[in-house]
């Protein structure tokens, strides 16, 4: 039997790329039991399918994903840590790149920090693209996004009306499975078009198809690179909420954090207000921002308070 990559899935048909072409495939009631905290399949996943004559299959197996882009599906109106099922965005990514604009709009750093500590849970490699940094002074971009490129991320400075930095991104696409996020008006689909002649164009009919569905139909594309490898637009991650993670686990998930954990006077610290915690030391000597502290504090305040309400 063929195996293949799934890269379209809408209301329940997955179109999946194999040696022999393309097939859309169902799945077959036996395996639609199997899976009930997660989606069975979904775009990135690797299949095994059976084939028909009329280009039609069924999906017998699915490969065991390396990684994931998840976030929580509440399981009834409120939002709680037990009730949540897990949605998974793509499977299989290699890399996801977190696009903001420099200006128009204003870029919300507590945004981008929720979304490094998802990519961070999921051991995904994230990559920051800065746009329209045409809009600013040459300083700008590094001024406010340099403390990421310090903590070890990879930044991106961008113009898709310019064509600053479109080289470099291209490059990071190529090869790989890649999905993009970012809010609307960050300019994604310019970039994309920038790289790769309407590319950004079909992006962009997926979000438009997903939005307009999003409470009937489920709509998600891998869309082929010239230089290798798929992109993938995510706008469910505009909304997105941390799965199963626990409050005293966030803080493995700051990577400029993380180490400092171990050195705390207390295993269960929770650097807000106990003596000799390592975290506050560091911050206190500039080895930990005060916004990404800060950004620390917001996200351990909501998951407590889901904490709170569940128990």
Do not use: W
């Not at 379209?8 to 639609?32: D, N, W, Y």
């Not at 490969?63 to 998840?70: G, I, N, T």
């Not at 689909?189 to 489920?218: C, D, F």
């Amino acid at each position: 039997m063929p195996t293949g990559l799934v890269i379209k899935s809408i209301s329940g048909f997955f179109t999946v790329q194999t040696a022999e072409g393309l097939f859309v495939c169902q799945i077959p009631g036996r395996l639609k039991q199997t899976r009930k905290q997660t989606d069975l399949v979904t775009v990135g996943d690797r299949v095994t399918i059976s084939t028909h004559p009329d280009g039609s299959g069924l999906i017998e197996a699915v490969a065991e994903r390396a990684r994931v882009l998840s976030r929580s599906r509440p399981g009834g109106g409120t939002r709680t840590l037990g009730g949540e099922r897990e949605q998974v965005l793509v499977a299989n990514p290699d890399q996801v790149i977190f696009v903001f604009a420099i200006r128009q709009p204003t870029p919300s750093l507590r945004k981008l920090d929720r979304f490094l500590v998802v990519a961070e849970m999921n051991h995904l490699p994230a990559i920051i693209c800065v746009n329209k940094i045409d809009l600013v002074e040459p300083d700008e971009g590094p001024r406010i996004f340099g403390l990421y490129q310090r903590i070890g991320y990879q930044v991106l400075y961008t113009s898709a009306s310019r064509g600053d930095g479109i080289d470099a991104l291209r490059a990071a696409l190529a090869g790989k499975l890649s999905v993009l996020a970012g809010s609307s008006g960050v300019g994604k689909s310019s970039l994309l078009n920038a790289v790769q002649p309407g590319l950004g164009l079909k992006v962009r009919a997926v979000s438009q198809a997903t939005e307009k569905g999003m409470h009937t139909t489920r709509y998600a594309e891998l869309l082929p690179l010239a230089g290798g490898g798929y992109v993938a637009d995510t706008p469910g991650i505009r909304s997105l909420a941390l799965f199963d993670l626990e409050p005293e686990e966030l803080d493995g998930y700051f990577r400029e954090i993380a180490p400092l954990v171990t050195h705390c006077q207390f295993s269960d610290c929770t650097h807000v207000h106990e003596p000799n915690c390592a975290v506050k030391a560091a911050l206190a000597d500039g080895r930990v921002s005060p916004e990404r502290y800060e950004s620390y504090l917001r996200l351990r305040e909501e998951h407590e308070a889901l904490e709170d309400e569940e128990y």
